[in-house]
Every structure is written in C-alpha cells, then in structure tokens.
C-alpha cells in the first residue's frame, strides 16, 4: 500500500513540494537570518542539571551512617511512623 503525502496539510503547514529545491531564494527576496537565544530560565535550568549530574547517586555518608547503626544495633524502627508515611504517600 502508498501513501501519497504530497498536497497533506500538517498543522497548518504546506508540504513542499519535491521539486522546489531547499534553500532556493526569489529573485528579490531579502535575506533572513534564524536566531535563537537561551532565556535565563534556560541557562538556571541547565545550571541545576550540571550540578545534579556531578553529584553522587547514592549519598555514601548516609549509608555508612544507617550501616554503623544496624551493625552496632542501634538502628529502631518506629512502626507508626512507617504507618503514617504510607497513609500520607497512598492519600489521593
């Protein structure tokens, strides 16, 4: 089965038709340049990206703390606490 695409609108836009060549200018047409700028939000954003990239995955410290404390059998469970925290999380 074709599927001819030639004349389909896509969101308001024009297919090109194969024959017009890219880049051709009219005689007459004045140039125009593309420009693209970051906003600040951007480059806040990529900012913050870099820096979560470049910190560790897993916080080494932590796990050493909570390990000490299992081993040493300081480590206690509070089952209301675990309780709530699963109440809140599930809550709509």
Do not use: C, F, W
Not at 42 to 50: F, I, Y
């Amino acid at each position: 089965m074709r599927i001819d695409l030639n004349g389909i609108s896509l969101n308001g836009m024009e297919r090109e038709d194969k024959t017009k060549k890219a880049g051709a200018k009219s005689p007459g047409a004045s140039h125009v340049e593309d420009k693209a700028s970051l906003s600040t939000d951007t480059l806040s954003l990529s900012s913050l990206e870099a820096k979560v990239q470049a910190s560790p995955e897993v916080r080494q410290d932590k796990v050493e703390a909570l390990r000490q404390a299992i081993q040493n059998g300081e480590y206690e469970v509070d089952p209301q606490k675990i309780a709530h925290a699963i109440l809140e999380h599930n809550k709509g």
